[in-house]
């Protein structure tokens, strides 16, 4: 039984660490390419709130995320829930390469206007990991 | 009876009953056979990564809704995507293309396939289901208490708020449950 | 009791009888649920009436509406008779059952033409779809209204008529429902067209 438990503990240890490693291993390149990532900056960016120049709208990352990221978000034209951001409430976050790229893509588009630069992609990603 | 009147009126039957089917066929708009086709609304999504790539924001609206010049189009314009950005990686992109005109309403013999391609002329190229003249005619005995004013549903493009089985390809009357007023039928 | 078996309703008239039965409960049960197939139905619904129309006139004896066919006074005349127990026997329909055949074949006509309305305006399909392709929503809608509303006269109808043949079986003592099904009336050799047979003043 004893055993049982180690193993299962050392499994969920593990897989904790595999999954912070594909965020991790962004930032390590990010790295590597001489930037460093700030955390307190990343948190700010995903605050402010941006002006959509062709419709004057207000965006911001919570706009679709909400204020608390450990809740679930609501798309705020489909209204589509969308599942918490946190890690550490879903572990699906910060999984895949494929769709960390997807979604900078995308949403830097939509709430910021232009694609992310290296610094706040890396900024983001090191706040988010910490949730 | 005599001979001859059992030869007359066998031969009439049988030339009515097949006329009538007959007129029931109609294929010119579509490319496969009428008979054996499915009673069921619209074939169910089979290619996962749509599902995924596109069912984020929105429920993953069946190919089988849309005729595939419509999917041409929203699929090169998913950067400003209904104002959204909806871009993909260009490899993703062209499968899933590919998927959705395969997969369109001209070529899926499913009764919401066939109904739409019917109701739509060759130049139309509707971008949203919901305002398709099949689909308006479907739902515009709805009042608007009941979807754009009920808070929990707000929008015809959120099928799967009321159409409790959308997901499966099945958009059956018997199964509208609408927030707020429960089953809803003709 | 001398009674003596006649032959009173063709082959074709008895297919045609039972295989509207059995399509029209099959389009009743189906509506929109299997909707090709209530679709068919109704197609083949219409190839039976015009069948039935054809038929009316060219078929044999008691298949033909000249024969049982008759004035909204007789009707009345006779209905009077059936509630006074007095209502004379009739080889062929009577004359309620003559009326019923009218009222029956009038709404399956207005059902299936009316759905085939529907069937184009709301889904696009179908022999009228090219008719009704510029229709309003409202319109459409009221296409389905109709429809549904001579569907569910139809099986009125019909129940109006189950309950007509079992009047009629119970006061002149005969299973009219077997004669629908063999064809064949078992009746009092001294009745009129008996005797006519037997004289072979008509044939059978």
């Keep these: 039984m004893k055993r049982i438990i180690l193993i299962s503990a050392a499994m969920i240890f ?15 390149k990010f790295q590597q390419q001489g930037i460093q990532a700030n955390a307190q900056a990343g948190e700010s960016l995903w605050n402010k709130t941006f002006t959509d120049h062709k419709t004057a709208q207000q965006r911001s990352c919570t706009s679709c995320h909400g204020n608390n990221l450990n809740h679930p978000g609501e798309h705020a034209k489909t209204g589509k829930a969308i599942k918490p951001m946190a890690p ?9 390469r494929k769709k960390i790229n997807k979604w900078f893509k995308r949403n830097c588009k939509w709430t910021i206007g232009r694609e992310c630069t290296d610094q706040e992609k890396a900024d983001l990603l090191s706040f988010l990991s910490t949730l | 009876m005599k001979f001859s009147n059992t030869v007359l009126a066998t031969t009439l039957i049988s030339s009515f009953l097949m006329t009538g089917c007959a007129i029931g066929d109609e294929d010119e708009y579509r490319d ?13 999504i089979s290619n996962a990564s749509y599902k995924e790539e596109c069912g984020d924001c929105h429920m993953a609206y069946q190919p089988g809704f849309l005729p595939a010049r419509s999917w041409e189009q929203i699929m090169v314009s998913l950067e400003d995507h209904f104002g959204e950005n909806a871009e993909l990686d260009s490899e993703t992109q062209q499968q899933l293309t590919k998927y959705l005109t395969d997969n369109a309403a001209e070529h899926a013999n499913y009764k919401r396939s066939n109904a739409m391609m019917k109701s739509l002329s060759y130049k139309d190229t509707p971008l949203r289901i919901s305002e398709t003249r ?26 799967e708020v009321c159409h409790t089985e959308a997901d499966m390809g099945s958009y059956n009357e018997h199964q509208v449950r609408i927030p707020g007023f429960g089953q809803w039928e003709d | 009791m001398n009674t003596q078996k006649i032959k009173v309703w063709d082959p074709l008239l008895r297919i045609f009888h039972w295989a509207l039965v059995t399509l029209f409960l099959f389009a009743f049960i189906t509506e929109d649920d299997f909707l090709d197939l209530h679709a068919i139905a109704g197609y083949l619904i219409v ?12 078929g044999p004896r008691h298949a033909r509406f000249t024969d049982f066919v008759k004035s909204p006074t007789e009707v009345k005349a006779y209905l009077k008779d059936v509630l006074l127990f007095r209502a004379k026997h009739y080889m062929g329909h009577n004359p ?56 569910n006269f139809t099986l009125l109808l019909v129940a109006l008529h189950v309950v007509g043949v079992m009047v009629a079986s119970l006061q002149h003592h005969e299973n009219l429902v077997r004669s629908m099904i063999n064809g064949y009336k078992q009746i009092e050799a001294s009745e009129p067209e008996a005797q006519a047979i037997n004289r072979n003043e008509v044939t059978q």
Excluded at chain 2, 32 to 44: C, I, M, Q, T, Y
Excluded at chain 3, 47 to 58: E, K, M, P, Y
Excluded at chain 3, 98 to 106: E, K, Q, S
Aim: glycine share 8%; net charge negative; charged share 20%.
């Design chain 2, 32 to 44: 496969k056979n009428r008979w054996g086709g499915s009673s069921l609304d619209v074939a169910p």
């Design chain 3, 47 to 58: 190839g039976l009436i015009a069948f039935r129309l054809i038929w009316g006139v060219i």
């Design chain 1, 88 to 96: 550490s409430v879903n572990s699906q976050r910060l999984t895949e």
């Design chain 2, 134 to 159: 099949y689909f308006i005619r479907k739902h515009d005995e709805l009042p608007k208490r009941v979807v754009e004013d009920n808070p929990e549903v707000k929008s015809f493009s959120r099928c």
């Design chain 1, 14 to 28: 593990t897989s904790n660490l595999v999954h912070a490693d594909v965020a991790d291993e962004m930032l390590a």
């Design chain 3, 96 to 151: 309620a059952g003559g009326a019923m055949v009218i009222a029956l074949l009038v709404s399956i006509t207005m059902t299936a033409f009316f759905g085939m309305l529907t069937y184009g305006a709301m889904e696009f399909s179908g022999p009228l779809a090219g008719m009704v392709s510029s229709v309003g929503d409202n319109i459409a809608h009221s296409f389905e209204e109709v429809h549904e509303f001579f569907a």
